[in-house]
């Protein structure tokens, strides 16, 4: 069944570590988004891509990176955790010209400690 | 870059009452899309407007864009405890479908039994 997943669905990690955020989607689209969300809240633009090698920063960029080196997969580094990164981060897809609309995974809710 | 303002921020009803959120920009918009978020959920696309004036409706729910292509409204009929939920507008930028979504702040409903 073509998706959209996110690992992991939840993560507590100490100030300083470096982390992962993992995304892949079966449904071959070629646009792959990272957005942070407080519970309930406003819809933050972090990270996007058009295609393979192709990356953008969003609204909130500086303090992450990402890359897209397969089709499928979109992975999203914090270098550094801090506390205030404590939050949900939802990946999501969308045809070339969305025309259906983005396709969200169901999120990484992190906690920084 | 496009500002996409969403009111009101919360809504509170009773079980059968009406409700109703609107999106409003200060461009003309390539078209507006509207999506569900369920309390602890990620949100879920379910409508594309495209044309000048055009009214979709599913069910309850009554979609509406403007004739200047510059306002949205999403209207729920008759609430149900189902409806509970973040509702978003996103739209692109007039004659654009590629670049990115710009997604409205939201509306959080309550439903009161």
């Known amino acids: 069944e073509a998706d959209i997943y996110q690992t992991p669905r939840y993560l507590v990690i100490g100030t300083g570590k470096k982390i992962t955020l993992e995304c892949s989607q079966t449904?071959?689209?070629?646009?792959m988004y990272w957005y942070q969300q407080d519970p309930g809240m406003e819809l933050h633009l972090i990270h996007y891509s058009y295609g393979v090698n192709s990356t953008e920063k969003g609204d909130l960029s500086s303090e992450s990176t990402v890359s897209r080196i397969r089709t499928e997969h979109f992975p999203l580094t914090l270098e550094s955790a801090r506390p205030s990164h404590t939050s949900q981060y939802l990946c999501a897809s969308s045809e070339l010209r969305t025309v259906g609309g983005y396709t969200f995974g169901s999120g990484t809710r992190l906690t920084v400690v | 870059g496009q500002q996409v303002m969403q009111i009101p921020q919360y809504q509170h009803v009773q079980e059968g009452e009406d409700f109703t959120t609107y999106c409003n920009s200060s461009?003309?918009?390539?078209?507006i899309q509207w999506y569900k978020q369920r309390p602890g959920g990620h949100p879920v696309f379910l409508i594309q407007l495209v044309k000048s004036g055009e009214v979709k409706k599913q069910k309850r729910l009554t979609f509406q864009f403007g004739e200047a292509k510059k306002n949205s409204s999403l209207h729920i009929t008759a609430t149900q405890t189902t409806d509970v939920g973040t509702y978003f507008c996103a739209a692109h930028d007039r004659g654009s479908t590629l670049g990115r979504l710009y997604f409205g702040r939201g509306t959080q409903l309550t439903v009161w039994p």
């Open positions: 449904m071959g689209h070629d646009k």
């Open positions: 461009t003309t918009l390539s078209n």
